[in-house]
T-cell receptor
Framework: KQEVTQIPAALSVPEGENLVLNCSFT??????LQWFRQDPGKGLTSLLL?????REQTSGRLNASLDKSSGRSTLYIAASQPGDSATYLC???????????FGAGTRLFVKA | EPEVTQTPSHQVTQMGQEVILRCVPI?????FYWYRQILGQKVEFLVS????????KSEIFDDQFSVERPDGSNFTLKIRSTKLEDSAMYFC??????????????FGEGSRLTVL
């Protein structure tokens, strides 16, 4: 049964700092991994999708890496800004592909 | 940019009442999903829907729940007799192809259900 774990659970950093959020999954036979952002009381915004054949994916100040064999992904945020404050979720689909399993998220607070 | 829209944004209901949550997925998407998030907990899968039938459902999705695509644009979640523990944020999502086959999930803003 696939399980997704994210550490740390919460993170507080000063503005401008580069940071790394971690995600691990127990079953390495994944098709892809998706990172989301969730603001309080809001929906999930897709940030990056990494296919199983890819090692990394970049969008602006965000870079996500994937190491399937070790069951890990990282989300790197460069030059953090107060507007980056949110909860970041990683998620992987199950083997059949119709169900996506989410981690509990990392709550990020960037101080101005 | 195409988006998934959900209504209502917030619904308060009495225990035992029926509730229908509505979603308009992205127009060219083929797979539709409902997820829920109880306050402070993980986002959890409820059901996926493709080609007018359920493709997968979780243990949560019991006989009290049903989904329907009544026309070419709407996708609904019905809870027949709400319980206190149904209080949660319900998210609709859609994808062009199934998530496991390299499909990217797009979520709506959610419908907050409060059962009193």
């Amino acid at each position: 049964k696939q399980e997704v774990t994210q550490i740390p659970a919460a993170l507080s950093v000063p503005e401008g700092e580069n940071l790394v959020l971690n995600c691990s999954f127990t079953d390495s036979a994944i098709y892809n991994l998706q990172w989301f952002r969730q603001d309080p009381g809001k929906g999930l915004t897709s940030l990056l999708l990494i296919q199983s054949s890819q090692r990394e994916q970049t969008s602006g100040r965000l870079n996500a890496s994937l190491d399937k064999s070790s069951g890990r992904s990282t989300l790197y945020i460069a030059a953090s800004q107060p507007g980056d404050s949110a909860t970041y979720l990683c998620a992987v689909p199950n083997t059949g592909g119709f169900k996506t399993i989410f981690g509990a998220g990392t709550r990020l607070f960037v101080k101005a | 940019e195409p988006e998934v829209t959900q209504t209502p944004s917030h619904q308060v209901t009495q225990m035992g009442q029926e509730v229908i949550l509505r979603c308009v997925p992205i127009s060219n998407h083929l797979y539709f999903y409902w997820y829920r998030q109880i306050l402070g907990q993980k986002v959890e899968f409820l059901v996926s829907f493709y080609n007018n039938e359920i493709s997968e459902k979780s243990e949560i999705f019991d006989d009290q729940f049903s989904v329907e695509r009544p026309d070419g644009s709407n996708f609904t979640l019905k809870i027949r007799s709400t319980k206190l523990e149904d209080s949660a944020m319900y998210f609709c999502a859609s994808s062009l192809i199934a998530g496991g086959q390299t499909g990217e999930l797009f979520f709506g803003e959610g419908s907050r259900l409060t059962v009193l």
